[in-house]
């Protein structure tokens, strides 16, 4: 998968998975925050069009505008079960999906390298920077391997329908395993011959630093905590 350009430093991207994980997420700070949580809801989608990832832009936003319109056309007049799981479905598409596709920003636009060097500039123990470092080129090899199973399948005519429907779902589940099997110990293998593993401090020549737009970034999330806590210590107060 070809990485796409981001002007944005891999330490101010995991400050955003971060603030999308406990802001729209976790829905914290209530109704105080709710024009900082429709803000970063959108923000996603505006740093997807600038890394020039369009497919998972428009569906992002196609999945969000009809779970609106389900939420205030739909689920309004229902009731019972189907109201029940119509409110199952809009929380948790509305709330992990900016998340989900903060995710995938941050590992379509992040080098393995420049995200071994931002740990590395926040001083992360190895134990914990390695995993990481093989989990973000896992999900994008494992998105590959399905696609080319996917074609497999497609050719061989194997699909819903003609009776084969439990054909396809065992062709695909079982290569799928053995595939991210194989992936995890490959991975791994690079990772260990990359050096990633030794005791020694790890050269690197990539080139990370806070620009313009980072600061931005912090400058919000600075306003936004310091919004919320003078709300909250207002009320105890």
């Not at 990485?3 to 430093?9: A, N, P, T």
């Not at 939420?71 to 998340?99: C, D």
């Not at 991210?180 to 030794?198: F, H, N, P, Q, V």
Request: charged share 20%; with cysteine.
């Amino acid at each position: 998968m070809e990485l796409q350009k981001s002007f944005l430093d891999p330490r101010t991207k995991l400050l955003l998975v971060f603030v999308e994980a406990t802001l729209v997420l976790a829905t914290a700070g209530g109704e105080r925050l709710v024009v900082f949580r429709l803000a970063f809801t959108v923000l996603p989608f505006l740093l997807l069009l600038t890394a020039k990832c369009y497919s998972a832009c428009i569906v992002g936003m196609l999945v969000l505008t009809v779970t609106e319109m389900l939420k205030y056309f739909v689920f309004q007049s229902s009731n019972g079960t189907l109201s029940f799981l119509l409110l199952m479905a809009i929380t948790l598409i509305t709330r992990f999906l900016p998340a989900y596709l903060m995710g995938v920003y941050v590992i379509r636009t992040t080098k393995v390298s420049e995200f071994k060097a931002a740990m590395e500039r926040m001083h992360v123990p190895d134990e914990l920077t390695i995993p990481m470092c093989v989990m973000f080129r896992f999900f994008p090899t494992v998105r590959e391997e399905g696609t080319s199973i996917r074609a497999a399948m497609k050719m061989r005519g194997i699909g819903l329908g003609g009776g084969k429907a439990s054909e396809m779902l065992e062709y695909r589940v079982v290569p799928m395993i053995s595939c991210s099997a194989k992936i995890g110990e490959e991975l791994s293998a690079s990772a260990l011959t990359r050096g990633l593993g030794k005791n020694r401090k790890r050269t690197n020549i990539c080139k990370i630093g806070f620009g313009v737009a980072d600061y931005i970034v912090m400058v919000v999330v600075m306003v936004m905590i310091i919004y919320w806590m003078a709300g909250y210590f207002g009320s105890v107060g």
